[in-house]
T-cell receptor, first 115, second 111 residues
Framework: EAGVTQFPSHSVIEKGQTVTLRCDPI?????LYWYRRVMGKEIKFLLH????????ESGMPNNRFLAERTGGTYSTLKVQPAELEDSGVYFC?????????????FGEGSRLTVL | GENVEQHPSTLSVQEGDSAVIKCTYS??????FPWYKQELGKRPQLIID???NVGEKKDQRIAVTLNKTAKHFSLHITETQPEDSAVYFC??????????WGAGTKLIIKP
């Protein structure tokens, strides 16, 4: 069974440009999460989808970040325009059970470097 | 809001020795505490978790202990091996709320 896949694995862009990250969750997992880890710091929650609906987007830093999950399958996270502080590793995870109640299955992450 | 502190940030132990990583949480309503392991260049994976109705859980060489009164929980790895080298993350949540993560511990196993 395929795990959670993320694309791209690494993206280097200049400040002010746009980047779109994609996540394909495990088939059948209704719950999809986006997290971010800045180097050496904790994994920070960004948002949580249940199917195509945003269940909790309290972790989104600002309106430069837009997440979508049309059709309840894959999800995209767009950063526009990117700033230096957006650099980090963006993880996607999916689960069958709801947040905080069971195992999360992570992707390998998308490393974003903003120059 | 909920806060999880994790110590140490880096831990170096001799192969065969034990390693202990500690986390404290702030919200007494937290009731689920997982530990994830991230090997270099790979994805984080759940290695063990504990719920607030038990004080200890063991799975082969790894164990987790929970002290609800003191609001801390620890990961114990015995007889460490080279493949235990990784970054370990603790997390805490209450009910169906989001997981709050620690900053991670880089565990280095010296041959």
């Amino acid at each position: 069974e395929a795990g959670v896949t993320q694309f791209p694995s690494h993206s280097v862009i200049e400040k002010g440009q746009t980047v779109t990250l994609r996540c394909d969750p495990i088939s059948g997992h209704d719950n999809l999460y986006w997290y971010r880890r800045v180097m050496g710091k904790e994994i920070k929650f960004l948002l949580h989808f249940v199917k195509e609906s945003k269940q909790d987007e309290s972790g989104m830093p600002n309106n430069r970040f837009l997440a979508e999950r049309t059709g309840g399958t894959y999800s995209t996270l767009k950063v526009q325009p990117a700033e230096l502080e957006d650099s980090g590793v963006y993880f996607c995870a999916s689960s069958q059970a709801g947040m905080g109640t069971g195992e999360l299955f992570f992707g390998e992450g998308s490393r974003l470097t903003v120059l | 809001g909920e806060n999880v502190e994790q110590h140490p940030s880096t831990l170096s132990v001799q192969e065969g020795d034990s390693a202990v990583i500690k986390c404290t949480y702030s919200d007494s309503a937290s009731n689920y505490f997982p530990w994830y392991k991230q090997e270099l260049g790979k994805r984080p994976q759940l290695i063990i978790d504990i719920r607030s109705n038990v004080g200890e859980k063991k799975d082969q060489r790894i164990a987790v202990t929970l002290n609800k009164t003191a609001k801390h929980f620890s990961l114990h790895i015995t007889e460490t091996q080279p493949e235990d080298s990784a970054v370990y993350f603790c997390a805490a949540s209450k009910g169906n709320y989001q997981l709050i993560w620690g900053a991670g511990t880089k565990l280095i196993i010296k041959p």
